[in-house]
């Protein structure tokens, strides 16, 4: 079976790059912009999902809480630009798989999805919105 990973991130540019990081494992991707949108896509019942923390209706913690309540087995990774260290230790008592910061090295969200490292040519990394 291909693992299926849900991506949700408001901003169009990094999710795409997301997406076309996980692609080359041949992983079915579906896409959220929003909390609405996230929850709608957990009725497909992802293997993983990427969460932002700041989404234009809500929070990624809504849609960790969902999937713990929903009881999925789904490994969740927090993605985040914050680096507030109250802000980051809320996202770490969410208990995610692992709570990485923007930008993101290749590396660091495939150790975090339990994946094999790349062949080269090696980590990259995915820029801050200016």
């Known amino acids: 079976m291909v693992p299926r990973i849900l991506i949700v991130d408001d901003h169009l540019p990094t999710r795409r790059v997301l997406a076309r990081l996980v692609a080359r494992k041949g992983w079915t991707i579906d896409e959220a912009a929003d909390v609405h949108g996230a929850l709608?896509?957990?009725?497909?019942r992802p293997d993983y999902a990427i969460l932002?923390?700041?989404?234009?209706?809500?929070?990624?913690?809504?849609i960790a809480a969902e999937i713990a309540a929903r009881g999925l087995p789904?490994?969740?990774?927090i993605c985040t630009g914050l680096c507030v260290p109250d802000q980051l230790a809320a996202a770490e008592a969410m208990a995610p798989g692992r709570?990485?910061?923007k930008p993101i090295?290749?590396?660091?969200?495939?150790?975090?999805?339990?994946?094999?490292?790349?062949t080269p040519p090696g980590p990259i990394a995915i820029p801050l919105p200016g």
């Open 40 to 44: 709608a896509a957990l009725d497909a």
């Open 52 to 62: 932002d923390l700041i989404l234009p209706d809500g929070g990624g913690e809504r």
């Open 74 to 77: 789904t490994r969740v990774v």
């Open 99 to 101: 709570v990485l910061t």
């Open 105 to 118: 090295k290749l590396d660091d969200l495939l150790a975090a999805l339990n994946l094999p490292k790349p």
